[in-house]
């Protein structure tokens, strides 16, 4: 199975940037579709970006306009720009298998990063 490793959060203030980053330790080229989750204390986990093999997007509402997700096949890469942080932001980022309508791989969870929105 692909082990994905995510990093790339941080502390930021609201209204501040961070680009997560989800590297895969072997091809993700075959993988149809990998998203970006988030979980923040005390809420149910979502699927906040989206993209498939074919360069489709997805976003979650609250996210739209803000947040730009971006796969490298070649560097088995999926990336999430994240711009104009709010608080509401702030939770434990995953990457994983992620469409609508299609759940994640329960053995693709790595540990997540963490984002903190402050001032």
């Known amino acids: 199975q692909v082990q994905l490793v995510e990093s790339g959060g941080g502390l930021v203030q609201p209204g501040g940037s961070l680009r997560l980053s989800c590297v895969g330790s072997?091809?993700?080229?075959?993988?149809?579709?990998l998203g970006w989750y988030r979980q923040a204390p005390g809420k149910q986990r979502e699927l906040v970006a989206a993209?498939?093999?074919?360069?489709?997007?997805n976003y979650a509402d609250s996210v739209k306009g803000r947040f730009t997700i971006s796969r490298d096949d070649a560097k088995n890469t999926v990336s999430l720009q994240m711009n104009s942080l709010k608080y509401d932001d702030a939770a434990v980022y995953y990457c994983n298998r992620g469409w609508p309508g299609l759940g994640p791989h329960d053995d693709y969870w790595g540990q997540g990063t963490q984002v903190t929105v402050s001032s």
């Open positions: 072997r091809s993700i080229k075959n993988m149809y579709a």
């Open positions: 993209i498939t093999s074919g360069g489709s997007k």
